[in-house]
């Protein structure tokens, strides 16, 4: 707090008149009462920090819940990447199986229509 009364006697012993010593005294008093208002209505008090506190932890919590859902996801999707690589490596086995047959297949019809043109030459005397 100010001493206004003090004020109001060093002016006025600096020859200033009482009254405006006085409306000096008042305008400090009130301007530096705005000033702490002012800062007071900016300043946290303890349970408004205490409570941001908790709703902050009530948040990390959260979160941290959040983080564990997403590593069992994750953990839920390399296993399911790891059965579609499985699946993926016995389709391409059986894939060059089938195609490992198709090509015997085509050899034994690809000889097989080679003799059968060379016997249908043979028998219409093109060939000795």
């Keep these: ?5 003090s004020i109001v006697r060093r002016l006025s012993k600096s020859g200033i008149n009482r009254e405006q010593a006085e409306a ?34 009530g948040e990390i919590s959260d979160l941290r819940g959040d983080v564990s859902d997403l590593r069992g996801e994750v953990s839920d999707l390399r296993v399911e990447v790891s059965d579609l690589r499985g699946d993926m ?6 894939l060059r199986t089938v195609i490992s047959a198709v090509e015997t297949r085509l050899v034994y019809w ?19």
């Design 89 to 94: 490596n016995t389709t391409a086995s059986d």
């Design 24 to 57: 000096f005294a008042d305008v400090v008093q009130d301007t530096l009462a705005d000033a702490v208002n002012q800062q007071n209505a900016s300043l946290a008090t303890k349970d408004f920090v205490h409570d941001e506190n908790k709703v902050l932890r």
């Design 110 to 128: 690809i000889v097989g229509t080679g003799l059968a043109v060379i016997g249908i030459l043979v028998a219409a005397g093109v060939l000795p």
């Design 1 to 5: 707090m100010i001493n206004t009364l």
